[in-house]
């Protein structure tokens, strides 16, 4: 099974204090022991490390976030080149989403796949026909919970 997995998936499950801790935890984890393949744009790494650095205060663990999310097994980093960078301008301007998560929609919309994120704009304004779940949901779904 294909996920494309949100930064804030990534940054809940580092950060403790995150309200979707547990959860976003569950979810990677299930994901590596059930050999799931996990896609992401590569601006990821950017995300993630300047998530957890202002979260936590300390730059360093942002580093140390985007490391952490690097050496993910099976997770794969979609390169942002001209024709990507288009749809994902399509989809932020059809469906008003910020730009870095019109990143995360159009991947789930190429590889026709869940997209897993805690973000209640995604979760909103996502297009009906994609599959759209927070982590609890995911994990749920597939008998986890």
Known sequence: MKLVIDACIFV?????EQAEYEASQALLKACVEGEFRLYVPSLVLAEVAGAVARLTQQPSLGEV???RVSH???LAFRHIDLPFASSAARVAAR???QGADSHYVALARELRCTLITNDAEI???????MTVLRPAAWLKQQGLA
């Open 65 to 67: 976030g985007a490391l």
């Open 72 to 74: 993910i097994p099976r």
């Open 123 to 129: 979760l909103q304004r996502c297009p009906p026909t």
């Open 12 to 16: 809940a499950a580092q950060v403790r």
């Open 95 to 97: 469906h008003g989403l």
